[in-house]
């Protein structure tokens, strides 16, 4: 079993910066896929980046978007600057390896003036 509890969402103006944080634990190890989607209400879910226990980066927008992971502490990071409201959603970690997928609760990222 694995668990993943996402932080670091809240309310945030626009051009400003946030660092999402998604720590994992249970059966987690380096061969798992971690990352995020987001989902904002009313549209489909939206991959947003994602990265191997070797630092392999996929990512929807390499500009926008920075992945990074501390396989030491099983955690991952999304970071985001210069937001917009459109970045307004919920983000969801998730941890894949082969037929396993986990995903976490979400965290509220709102992007308002």
């Known amino acids: 079993q694995v668990q993943l509890v996402e932080s670091g969402g809240g309310l945030v103006q626009p051009g400003g910066s946030l660092r999402l944080s998604c720590e994992a634990s249970g059966n987690i190890h380096s061969g798992y896929i971690m990352g995020w989607y987001r989902q904002a209400p009313g549209k489909q879910r939206e991959f947003v980046a994602s990265?191997?226990?070797?630092?392999v980066i996929s990512s929807a927008d390499y500009v926008r978007f920075t992945i990074s992971r501390y396989n030491a502490k099983n955690t991952v990071y999304l970071q985001r600057s210069s937001l917009k409201p459109g970045d307004t959603a919920v983000y969801l970690c998730?941890?894949?390896?082969?037929?396993?997928?986990?995903w976490g609760q979400g965290t509220h990222v709102t992007v308002s003036s």
């Open positions: 990265i191997t226990g070797d630092g």
């Open positions: 998730y941890a894949r390896y082969t037929f396993y997928s986990h």
